[in-house]
């Protein structure tokens, strides 16, 4: 549903034009994040079409925390879609991340 051009560079890029100064990411992660969430028994979930989707990096996840990370990856699946009330016709995937 998404445009294709809707990736992280195109965003990246968009913040850099409009604020003049390169956007600093990793610098954020460090220092919002450690690069590690250390909170137990967390299952986090995004849509594919969540513009945020690439701010979960699914490999920063610590299993021996009971930690994961799933993606609902089909049509509709925005923000929050696997939070509303399940319908049968709900795509596959967003069933598996429920």
């Given at each position: 549903m998404r445009?294709?051009?809707?990736?992280?560079?195109?965003?990246?890029?968009?913040?850099?034009?409009?604020?003049?100064?390169?956007?600093?990411?990793?610098?954020?992660?460090?220092?919002?994040a450690k690069n590690k969430v250390h909170g137990t028994n967390i299952v986090f979930t995004n849509g594919a079409e969540d513009p945020w989707r690439w701010a979960t990096d699914q490999h920063l996840y610590i299993p021996e925390l009971g930690q994961k990370a799933l993606m609902?990856?089909?049509?509709?699946?925005g923000h929050c879609a696997d939070l509303y009330t399940p319908k049968e016709s709900d795509p596959k995937s967003l069933k598996l991340v429920r």
């Open positions: 445009p294709q051009i809707l990736n992280l560079t195109y965003w990246t890029d968009l913040c850099d034009d409009l604020f003049q100064t390169p956007i600093k990411i990793n610098r954020s992660i460090i220092e919002f609902a990856d089909c049509d509709d699946c």
